[in-house]
């Protein structure tokens, strides 16, 4: 089992930044992939990011290629997802999510492993 806890969301003027922090404990992550997620109301989850743990490997959606940055840290076993040039569009609630393996998937269905989620909001 691996268990996932975000924090870093809030209310942010459009333009500007926030750094989400998902930490994760259970388990050692080396042959994980993880993956940032995000539901806005009436939406479905929709892929952000994702990270292959092992090699840092990353891929993004279009809509936030260049503006959003995901990393880890793996002596704090904690992910990562800078999120710059924010726009009214990236209000969702934003989930990590995690699974053990190297593919590195878009679909929320692959995933195992879930956090409670973290709510930013970017006012115009």
């Known amino acids: 089992q691996v268990q996932l806890v975000e924090s870093g969301g809030g209310l942010v003027q459009a333009g500007g930044s926030l750094r989400l922090s998902c930490v994760a404990s259970?388990?050692?992550?080396?042959?994980?992939?993880m993956a940032w997620f995000r539901q806005a109301p009436g939406k479905e989850r929709e892929f952000v990011a994702t990270l292959n743990w092992s090699d840092s490997r990353t891929y993004y959606a279009e809509s936030v290629k260049s503006r959003f940055t995901i990393s880890r840290d793996i002596a704090e076993n904690t992910l990562y997802l800078q999120m710059n040039i924010l726009k009214p569009e990236d209000t969702a609630v934003y989930y990590c999510a995690a699974r053990p393996t190297i593919v590195m998937y878009t679909t929320p269905i692959k995933y195992d492993y879930w956090g409670q989620g973290t709510q930013v909001t970017v006012s115009s």
């Open positions: 259970g388990r050692t992550l080396s042959s994980y992939g």
